[in-house]
């Protein structure tokens, strides 16, 4: 595990599982460059054994957006770098085999929540709140709005975006941003939970199912077929899935390799 004092993304290995914590609490964990660099580090420099990812924040909130400071220092150049990284940071998240996992407590904001929407699931305690501020101070969450437009649809991004306010936990649920609302001192068990769910199964299998989920939810729906089908018929030759079909028709525990 990283020195807590000095990283600005703590990564702790807990047994198949990577924790991911933001750690820069005083400040309410801003995604400044060096954060998001060390973000994207972290999550393309996992352990081979690694079967999810939890992205959490250190401190009273998830993350608070961009350091604001940053960039209203920055050139035009300096702005280009720090707003690329923010996008490679997003399509890792989604790039990367292992499912992602949002541990959302306190504030989830702007850039913050971004982050939120562009994680494979979320769980959110129930203190939890989630904005896209930007329009308040003349910097509107452009590409904050990419996820989240894809997560709770037109008419609710639009309001998000448009009005800035804060919106609940229980309204994030509703509207499809985050997965599981709970209570604030059952988060770390909820997520915990739902993490042991997933790689319960074979790590093969579910990096094809997330490969294939991003590939086809843009496209039209007769690609989408045309794409998942042959996406079926790999599938149904790989190693587990024999071993799990066959295991099924046995009425016994699989044996997953991984292949």
């Given at each position: ?42 999550l393309t ?8 990812v ?8 998830f993350s608070?957006g ?49 982050l ?11 203190s ?63 997520v ?29 729906q ?31 525990q699989?044996?997953?390799r991984?292949?």
């Amino acid at each position: 595990m990283n020195d807590m004092a000095d990283s600005l993304v703590v990564v702790e290995q807990r047994d198949r599982v990577a924790w991911l914590t933001l750690n820069r609490p005083e400040r309410r964990n801003p995604l400044g460059l060096e954060m998001m660099e060390a973000l994207i580090d972290a999550l393309t420099t996992l352990p081979a054994e690694t079967a999810a990812v939890v992205v959490a924040g250190a401190g009273p909130a998830f993350s608070a957006g961009h350091d604001l400071a940053e960039v209203l220092g920055s050139d035009e150049s300096e702005l280009e770098k720090i707003f690329a990284r923010c996008t490679e940071l997003m399509e890792t998240i989604s790039r990367i085999p292992q499912p992602v996992v949002a541990r959302v407590h306190g504030v989830a904001t702007a850039a913050g929540c971004q982050l939120v929407a562009a994680a494979d699931l979320a769980v959110a305690a129930e203190s939890a709140r989630f904005a896209t501020p930007g329009v308040k101070i003349g910097l509107f969450c452009s590409t904050p709005m990419v996820p989240i437009s894809r997560a709770v649809g037109r008419k609710r991004a639009m309001e998000m975006l448009l009005t800035g306010q804060m919106i609940d936990a229980s309204t994030a649920l509703d509207w499809g941003l985050v997965n599981r609302v709970v209570p604030n001192e059952q988060l770390d068990s909820a997520v915990a939970e739902l993490v042991e769910s997933i790689i319960a199964f074979s790590p093969a299998v579910i990096a094809l199912g997330k490969r294939t989920f991003y590939s086809q939810i843009d496209v039209d729906q007769h690609q989408a077929y045309e794409d998942t089908r042959a996406v079926m018929v790999a599938n149904a030759q790989m190693e587990d899935a024999k071993e799990g079909m066959g295991a099924f028709l046995d009425k016994r525990q699989p044996t997953w390799r991984g292949k």
